[in-house]
């Protein structure tokens, strides 16, 4: 059977900061080319889709504003879900803030008023921050995480990303995230069947890493395809609890998935 449906991680995997990574153009013109519907989705909880256009679209990748998603545009979801009345403190950048504000969720800086904390990937992330955190939790209201990744590809080298705001936080806390979104979460996964409403075996997962981008396909029942242009190094893969069924060097070979 064939593939009608590809999720293609961003990231590491068709860009590095604003710049194509080497084959993956090729490989992206190829899914089309087979008729296969893509769908990009990116553990980025700083920017909504709509900033995901022009920066892939200048990459050389023809994308729409419903061919995307991102960690900020799942955790505002599920926010809206379950927490849409509730005052939440958010340990995050102003990006994903904005996207609160936009879906008309409402925060707080007060630890005594909030309902929720939710932890993201923040660049000025300090000793305050980590106080305001610690203090919001001892109240033991629910613990929220945008994504669990720990290191993120950036055009020069890798950084930290929001898993390693999250864990200083569930350290100091001593206490685990209650929910962590992004990928491999289930709300990501809902999503994804949303936007390709294909049976799973139909459908694709393409991304640089084991624990969200094959762990989204292996939980969703989709295959999976590890590229190595990302975080991903021979070490990690060795000693990973999820396998890929296939591992490639870049997307440009993607035919020895599609055949």
């Known amino acids: 059977m064939g593939f009608s449906g590809a999720v293609l991680d961003v990231d590491g995997t068709v860009v590095r900061g604003n710049d194509p990574i080497p084959g993956a153009p090729a490989g992206y013109r190829r899914l089309g080319e087979a008729g296969i519907e893509t769908l990009f989705v990116s553990n980025n909880p700083t920017k909504g889709p709509a ?28 926010l809206r879900e379950h927490h849409a009345d509730d005052e939440l403190l958010c340990i995050g950048e102003s990006g994903l803030l904005d996207q609160f504000a936009d879906a008309g969720l409402s925060t707080t800086d007060d630890v005594d008023a909030a309902d929720a904390l939710v932890a993201s990937i923040d660049r000025g992330f300090d000793y305050d921050d980590l106080c ?27 950084v930290p990303g929001s898993g390693a705001v999250i864990n200083a936080v569930a350290g100091v806390a001593e206490r685990e995230p209650d929910v962590v979104l992004g990928k491999p979460s289930d709300t990501a996964i809902e999503m994804v069947r949303e936007r390709l ?28 395809a590890l590229v190595r242009t990302g975080v991903t190094d021979e070490d990690r893969l060795a000693a990973a609890d999820v396998t890929p069924d296939y ?9 020895r998935v599609l055949g």
């Open 247 to 255: 591992v490639l060097d870049d997307l440009g070979d993607i035919d």
């Open 197 to 224: 409403p294909y049976p799973p075996e139909e459908c694709l997962v393409v991304g640089d890493r084991l624990n969200t981008d094959v762990a989204l396909g292996e939980r969703a029942g989709m295959t999976t």
């Open 132 to 158: 305001t955190a610690m203090w919001t939790l001892e109240r033991d209201v629910p613990f929220i995480g945008t994504d669990p990744d720990v290191v993120i590809p950036a055009p020069e080298r890798d």
């Open 51 to 78: 900033a995901y256009i022009d920066r892939l679209g200048a990459a050389g990748y023809d994308v729409d504003v419903d061919s995307v998603f991102t960690a900020g545009t799942v955790t505002t979801r599920y």
